[in-house]
């Protein structure tokens, strides 16, 4: 058990630019989640894949954002033309049972927009 | 519509000394559950507790407890003999089954402990 790998731990873009992150989940963990967290708040939920399928989205996601999770393996997110207001932290979390036992969550990506 | 409330910002207290962080949720669900997390400056969330709704009994680990009551929708933390280690942001957080079938969590904002030596 490796844990839940995010790459890169930071990243600063030109508001406008294009970013993308990748989440490698817990290997036997079929459920995968992003939550987006900004300065002095809780997490707020994104989306949610079960295996390959991304089977709910947060209305937090507007059509800039856009996430997949290829042969339900890694997960990758991706913010078009970014804004300032898309600074925060993305955060990556992986399960493999209902009920929430073993919910685990990586370090984060921290995004800053200048 | 699900909700954790965490009245307190921040906290400060001195080495040993006990502490209580609060945390209220809202629910109409029956079946649902709980989480502590604690999330230090590097980022990462940390799982300290998970209770579902059925089980109301108070619950100990070391220095850390947890009291649940329903009848006043808390679950309250509480880190006997504090010490400079424990300084960090605390999240309550809420899950319930749902159509979709993500159980989601839903934080609190958090509250932020600072143990002094």
């Known amino acids: 058990d490796t844990g839940v790998s995010q790459d890169p731990r930071h990243k600063i873009t030109k508001r406008g630019q294009n970013v993308t992150f990748r989440c490698d989940p817990i290997s036997e963990h079929n459920r995968l989640y992003w939550y987006r967290q900004t300065l002095g708040q809780g997490p707020e939920f994104l989306t949610y894949f079960q295996n390959e399928a991304q089977l709910e989205k947060s209305r937090l996601l507007s059509d800039r954002f856009s996430a997949e999770r290829p042969k339900g393996s890694f997960s990758t997110l991706e913010i078009q033309r970014t804004e300032q207001g898309d600074s925060a932290m993305y955060l990556c979390?992986?399960?493999?049972?209902?009920?929430?036992?073993?919910?685990?969550f990586g370090s984060g990506t921290r995004l800053t927009v200048v | 519509a699900q909700k954790v409330t965490q009245a307190q910002t921040e906290i400060s207290v001195v080495e040993k000394e006990d502490v209580t962080l609060d945390c209220v949720y809202e629910?109409?669900?029956?079946?649902?559950?709980l989480f502590w997390y604690k999330q230090p400056p590097s980022g990462e969330l940390v799982f300290l507790i998970r209770r579902n709704s059925f089980d109301e009994q108070n619950e100990i680990s070391g220095r850390y407890s947890w009291n649940f009551q329903k009848s006043t929708s808390s679950f309250n933390f509480t880190i006997t003999a504090s010490q400079v280690v424990d300084s960090a942001v605390y999240f309550c957080a809420l899950s319930a089954p749902d159509q979709g079938g993500s159980e989601k969590l839903v934080f609190g904002k958090g509250t932020k402990l600072t143990v002094n030596p």
């Open positions: 629910t109409r669900d029956t079946t649902y559950y």
């Open positions: 979390a992986s399960s493999r049972r209902v009920g929430n036992y073993g919910y685990t």
